[in-house]
């Protein structure tokens, strides 16, 4: 199983704890509010239409999502939010993309570049990673919710490129064009989903245990917790009982 799907496995159980905290509203509506700059109607604005059901998956109220909207279209004041992808190595080798949305990026610089050099990794250049992920639709399904039949055949029909056995769940790969439809034939289908998003997977594996898979553990979840931060993507394969180990 992926960097990628493990850590949105371990953030789906965490998900109850990061709304008490406000954590999913905070980010969701920068997401909203950066989405709406490229036009309000979520019919024609793809990214603002995955943001907006998002953000109704966790029950935002529809003025907080209405006011994003108008801060992102101009109609509503608000302070600049700037997008900033990092790209760097964790603990033993494994590539680390973080998207961040920050008004301040001076700060969001120099606190991420902070956060790999204390956890066993360093921030690279531009670039440096990025070639080793393709930008993909995600789609997470804890594997009891389907047999792999059922899951082949609605995701295939609705423009899936791959169903994966990733360790327990299902993965559902597919060009990011074929995202909302994809979605929305397995939500028909009754399929609940742990995690859908358009995201950075990546295109092959670095094995870690021991020190290296504790720390790039620990780098995750420190990343994943600053405010400035919308996501995190890694290459890593951590078995599983490593990761029951952290807790």
């Not at 956060?115 to 070639?131: I, Q, R, Y």
Request: aromatic content about 4%; glycine content about 10%; overall charge negative.
């Amino acid at each position: 199983m992926s960097g990628h799907s493990k850590w949105a496995t371990i953030k789906h159980k965490k998900a109850a704890l990061d709304a008490k905290r406000g954590k999913v509203f905070t980010r969701l509506i920068k997401e909203i509010t950066i989405a709406a700059r490229s036009g309000g109607d979520p019919d024609g604005n793809p990214r603002l239409r995955t943001a907006i059901a998002a953000a109704k998956a966790v029950s935002m109220p529809a003025d907080n999502i209405k006011r994003a909207v108008m801060r992102g279209t101009g109609e509503l004041d608000g302070g600049q939010i700037d997008e900033i992808m990092f790209e760097g190595y964790g603990p033993g080798g494994a590539a680390v993309m973080v998207s961040t949305a920050t008004d301040n990026r001076n700060r969001t610089v120099s606190e991420i570049r902070h956060m790999f050099s204390k956890h066993g990794g360093n921030l690279g250049e531009v670039g440096s990673v990025g070639w080793m992920f393709e930008r993909k639709s995600h789609i997470l399904i804890e594997g009891d919710k389907a047999s792999e039949e059922q899951l082949m055949n609605i995701a295939l029909d609705a423009g899936a490129d791959d169903v994966k056995d990733s360790g327990g769940n299902w993965e559902v790969l597919a060009d990011p064009a074929a995202h909302d439809g994809l979605l929305e034939a397995i939500q028909k289908a009754g399929i609940p989903t742990v995690e859908a998003a358009v995201a950075m997977v990546p295109k092959n594996l670095v094995k870690l245990e021991g020190k290296n898979a504790t720390g790039m553990l620990k780098l995750s979840d420190a990343l994943e917790e600053h405010d400035d931060v919308q996501d995190v993507y890694s290459n890593f394969d951590i078995d599983e009982s490593e990761i029951e180990a952290m807790g």
